[in-house]
């Protein structure tokens, strides 16, 4: 699953493009991408403080062709991608980086880093150094390395005789462009969402005196530490 060194100089702290969106408060806009097995999902954002709602767009598909016995993304798609970055002033993107519920990187993380380099190498354009792309996990998984650079999450073993990573493994994740950014937009401006979390909080706690659930905690974003340097996520990817 190697990532090309054009890619690799252009993937940025998921910091750097939320600054370059405070930067260009009034005028720019975040792209976020799902790229899936056939089509890549779009949705783009504004700044939160405008409370604007998230834009969809419609699906570019991933269309294939074969070039030097290699498959490569279809020009169609690159130039597709092109017009909304420059139609819609993009000044970042946001990447679902589909990691496996175990923290592995298997088959969704190859297509999105397989996809990504496709575009880099058919378009100076699109992902620039005045507009990143940042790999965004859902799931929140975070990097644990010790001093030599290892990764626990290789050192776990199994009781299994029988591995199907196709069925229990490599599973795509069914995550929509507009999660990604409501998902990254509360990690980022938090402050935007205490209010709106203090008073769900607060009647979530009068339900739960109710029921016995444990209301949840408000926005916490320490876990956001470990993706600000781009090559610690990458590094479960790269071997």
């Not at 150094?129 to 001093?147: A, F, M």
């Not at 998902?183 to 401006?189: G, K, L, N, V, Y």
Request: glycine share 4%; net charge negative; hydrophobic share 35%.
């Amino acid at each position: 699953m190697a990532m090309k060194k054009a890619l690799s100089k252009l993937l940025a702290a998921p910091s750097k493009i939320a600054h370059n969106l405070d930067w260009r408060k009034v005028s720019g806009s975040i792209l976020s991408l799902n790229i899936g097995r056939y089509a890549i999902d779009l949705a783009l954002a504004s700044h939160p403080v405008l409370d604007e709602e998230v834009q969809h767009l419609p699906a570019i598909n991933l269309k294939m062709r074969v070039e030097d016995n290699h498959k490569v993304l279809d020009r169609s798609a690159v130039q597709a991608l092109a017009k909304v970055v420059q139609e819609h002033n993009v000044c970042g993107m946001v990447v679902s980086w589909p990691v496996q519920k175990e923290g592995w990187c298997g088959a969704p993380c190859g297509r999105v880093l397989h996809t990504l380099d496709q575009i880099t190498e058919q378009s100076t354009n699109i992902i620039t150094s005045n507009r990143p792309v940042c790999l965004w996990d859902n799931e929140h998984h975070e990097v644990e390395e010790d001093s030599w650079g290892r990764n626990a999450v290789y050192s776990q073993t199994s009781d299994k005789t029988v591995h199907l990573a196709s069925e229990e493994q490599y599973q795509d994740h069914n995550t929509v462009a507009a999660d990604v950014w409501n998902d990254f937009c509360r990690s980022h401006w938090p402050e935007l969402y205490e209010e709106d979390a203090k008073d769900g909080q607060a009647s979530y706690e009068a339900e739960s005196a109710m029921y016995g659930k444990r209301p949840p905690s408000l926005v916490n974003t320490a876990w956001l530490d470990s993706y600000e340097n781009p090559s610690a996520y990458m590094t479960q990817a790269t071997l």
